[in-house]
């Protein structure tokens, strides 16, 4: 009782008397400090304000008025807004298995069917409590960012509590994806499955295989792991991830469309059902899907106004541009507040004029779609993607151009110069090629000179962040290679062994090796990268 008291719950139920009955029964295992929410948008901005131990979530919060607590849920877990160690306990009279189904897919703590007593829903809160303990120490050195410190304590809690071993061998995993090394991962994995043919283990392995670029191995791994456990639907969705890398969107579709079958409330699921149906030519199954998206967030507090414009471009390609204009002024009117609106309308009309034939319309709206881009950072790179294809297509040079170079600056972006530069000749436009290839060398050029900046006073971290954005800029550029391996090895010199820059470094030695292989400056950066391994005892 004692230690509960300084427990914090978080209740969120728009039912005042069920609230009244919560308090009552939390005050009862003696946590008093109790507060509430009445939806999910309230519950929103009060995590964002703080944080909680328990979040205690009536599954129906509005009667179709309002998020559900599964669509909360997701939220919540996509926007990072528990921890891994909040309590998330999902209170429910509902039977529909497709949503408990969907609901437990998502990864609450516990999952309480009403009517219960404040025996039942202590013993669920001291059972999760008592589970959650030995996981402290690292989920707080986690909250400190010290993720190698982390690994460590993960890696002597699995020695010193037997009965949690499997799962801080799942925690060292995870960790070990945050920093990019998905080979340590990938042997984590296989370690686990040679024991026990565990679900979340055999889906970690085919995600490290996947981020391995071993899509082959991923899939046939998810195909196995698919067929032995029908219910994990994560598997799923990298699974249709791997047909689609491998450009079978059709085979993509097709699973995503038995996982919804099975979970058919998963918001961002049926948001790239609809995106895959489009790429393979299925625009009455991309409508489909894009309307549930669209009706599905409407009080979402991370409403998207590009699945509108999804969804109209699904209705253009049916042919019904009168649908299609319906759903740009409904966007017009339902998501005023919104940055990115005022790129989003413009994209979606000139969809609209462009099947109408409006071939004037088509490029005031481009030119605006274009301006409003340059002052949004919010908008996703399919968006800014498919405005550099219409572009294109109504020789609006200018406007592809500059929104391209947008998208290659931004280095979360995951487009490369040379994808930018395939967009373009896939498109048939060869004679723009040449003037890109410019801007990206003048733009990496500059990117140099301001981490020399940087160098010389003394900020060894910035002046290789900075080399790392001329990297993606320009990635076989040699000066720019050259520049990134001499800073990577000069901040590991003065800060310490970084295992992610180090293999970083070696990758770039190996580039300059490709491109010339007679470069004076390779045997001295080789030197020093080995130099720096006995420095720091760094062995294999």
Same mark, same amino acid.
């Given at each position: ?73 997701? +939220? ?17 009279? =509902? ?78 995993? =995870? ?11 990938? =042997? ?57 890398? $491998? ?6 579709? !097709?699973?995503?469309?038995? $996982? ?36 599905? $967030? ?66 005031? +709206? ?17 968006? !800014? ?17 500059? %929104? ?64 790392? =954005? ?17 800073? %990577? ?52």
């Amino acid at each position: 009782m004692q230690e509960n008291s300084n427990l914090s719950v978080l209740v969120i139920d728009p039912n005042p008397g069920m609230r009244s009955n919560l308090q009552n029964m939390l005050n009862a295992s003696g946590i008093n400090k109790v507060e509430y929410a009445v939806n999910a948008g309230t519950a929103i901005r009060q995590l964002t304000r703080r944080a909680y131990d328990i979040v205690l979530c009536e599954y129906d919060l509005g009667s179709g008025e309002g998020q559900d607590g599964q669509q909360l849920l997701e +939220d919540l877990r996509h926007h990072r807004l528990i921890s891994p160690w909040s309590i998330f306990i999902m209170l429910t009279s =509902e039977a529909v298995y497709g949503k408990v189904i969907g609901a437990a897919e998502l990864a609450p703590t516990d999952y309480v069917l009403k009517p219960f007593t404040a025996e039942t829903l202590g013993a669920r809160i001291a059972r999760a409590l008592e589970r959650r303990a030995p996981f402290l120490p690292t989920y707080q050195l986690i909250a400190q960012t010290n993720l190698r410190e982390a690994i460590r304590s993960a890696a002597a809690a699995e020695i010193a509590h037997p009965r949690h071993a499997l799962d801080f061998a799942r925690l060292r995993a =995870e960790l070990h994806v945050n920093l990019g090394e998905h080979g340590e991962a990938e =042997e984590i994995y296989r370690k686990v499955l040679a024991w026990k043919p565990l679900g979340w283990a055999g889906l970690g392995l085919a995600r490290a295989q996947f981020a391995l670029g071993q899509v082959d191995d991923a899939r046939e791994t998810l195909q196995v792991l698919v067929a032995a456990k029908p219910r994990l639907m994560a598997a799923y969705d990298l699974l249709a991830r791997c047909h689609e890398a $491998a450009g079978n969107h059709a085979q993509a579709q !097709k699973i995503l469309e038995e $996982a919804v079958s099975v979970s058919p409330h998963m918001v961002r699921r049926l948001r790239k059902l609809g995106e895959i149906a489009l790429e393979a030519g299925d625009a009455a199954a991309a409508e489909k899907s894009f309307k549930q998206v669209v009706s599905k $967030a409407r009080y979402s507090e991370f409403r998207d106004p590009e699945d509108h414009v999804r969804l109209v471009k699904a209705l253009v390609k049916r042919g019904d541009v009168l649908g299609a204009a319906g759903v740009v002024r409904e966007l017009e009117r339902s998501m005023k507040a919104s940055p990115e609106l005022d790129a989003c309308v413009a994209v979606a009309h000139a969809a609209v004029h462009d099947a109408a034939g409006n071939r004037a319309g088509v490029l005031a +709206d481009l030119q605006a779609a274009v301006g409003a881009v340059r002052n949004s950072n919010g908008l996703s790179t399919g968006l !800014k993607l498919g405005l550099v294809r219409a572009c294109l297509d109504h020789r609006f040079d200018k406007g592809a151009q500059d %929104v391209m170079m947008a998208v290659v600056n931004d280095q979360g972006s995951g487009v490369s110069a040379q994808d930018a530069l395939n967009l373009f000749l896939d498109a048939g436009r060869r004679d723009l090629v040449d003037g890109v290839q410019q801007q990206i060398k003048a733009q990496a050029q500059i990117l140099l000179g301001v981490a020399d900046e940087k160098r010389n006073m003394g900020d060894v971290r910035g002046a290789v962040q900075t080399l790392l =954005e001329a990297l993606h800029m320009a990635p076989s550029n040699l000066q720019v290679v050259i520049a990134v391996a001499g800073g %990577v090895l000069r901040q590991i010199n003065e800060l310490g062994w970084d295992h992610p820059l180090g293999e970083l470094c070696l990758a770039q030695l190996e580039k300059i090796r490709a491109i010339d292989a007679q470069h004076p400056r390779l045997a001295p950066l080789e030197a020093e990268y080995a130099a720096m391994r006995r420095k720091y005892g760094i062995t294999g």
